[in-house]
């Protein structure tokens, strides 16, 4: 099985860490229609797993936003800070997790997320010291479902991919990480669950962050 020696565990931020989705969708809503945009039920999933280039184009392009999309990333950027920093929406038991495995393995992140939100929830959250390296989509060439973010994480750990796990909870974020040959823990995102296929990618499947442990991490 892959992975049964595991050199590093590199973890998904949004879903993972923080209840955070709907932050997103709401904010990209939001001004999606303040700005004119033709904000659809389906931008959301489209936009799951895209780095912040990827996303902010979209809105630019398929939404109708006039902004071009550096001032559209931006300007979500800045309302998830105003967020999350009245009330970050730390998922239970995600610090308790972090602090287990990083006791037993280095740890990185990899995440859709921009670079300033990425490090602002760290810092809010006390979990900046538990992880080696952290990686957000739009410092490599492709978005999640693509691998380069996990590829990224690994490299920066200096652990080969095959030998690495990752936790995750999307349909885009556990194909990234199959596709990076990780041996790869899902964690169901109960607001966007992933389907079947993406299911069937991962190694082990446990029903909340509660149950990650080093033993689940290695399937033993």
Not at 10 to 36: K, N, P, T, Y
Not at 39 to 47: K, L, R, S, V, Y
Not at 148 to 170: F, I, N, W
Not at 173 to 187: N, Y
């Amino acid at each position: 099985m892959r992975g049964s020696s595991i050199q590093a565990v590199v973890f998904d931020l949004d879903g993972v860490i923080v209840d955070s989705e709907h932050v997103w969708d709401a904010a990209r809503e939001a001004l999606s229609r303040e700005r004119g945009g033709g904000w659809h039920e389906g931008a959301q999933q489209d936009m799951m797993g895209m780095s912040s280039v990827e996303w902010s184009r979209y809105m630019h392009e398929r939404l109708g936003l006039k902004d071009p999309p550096e001032e559209i990333s931006a300007e979500v950027v800045r309302r998830l800070q105003a967020t999350y920093r009245e009330e970050l929406p730390l998922i239970d038991g995600a610090t308790e997790a972090v602090a287990r495995l990083a006791g037993r393995w280095p740890l990185g992140l990899a995440s859709s997320s921009n670079r300033e939100i990425i490090d602002l929830v760290l810092e809010l959250s006390g979990l900046d010291r538990f992880f080696e390296v952290t990686v957000s989509s739009e410092e490599v060439q492709r978005g999640k479902p693509s691998p380069d973010v996990y590829l990224e994480a690994a490299r920066r750990l200096g652990a080969d991919p095959a030998g690495s796990a990752a936790v995750e909870d999307s349909r885009s974020g556990i194909l990234s990480a199959s596709a990076a040959g990780m041996r790869v823990v899902a964690i169901p995102n109960k607001r966007f669950p992933p389907d079947e296929e993406a299911l069937a990618a991962a190694d082990v499947i446990i029903p909340s962050i509660n149950e990650l442990t080093p033993d689940a991490v290695e399937g033993s």
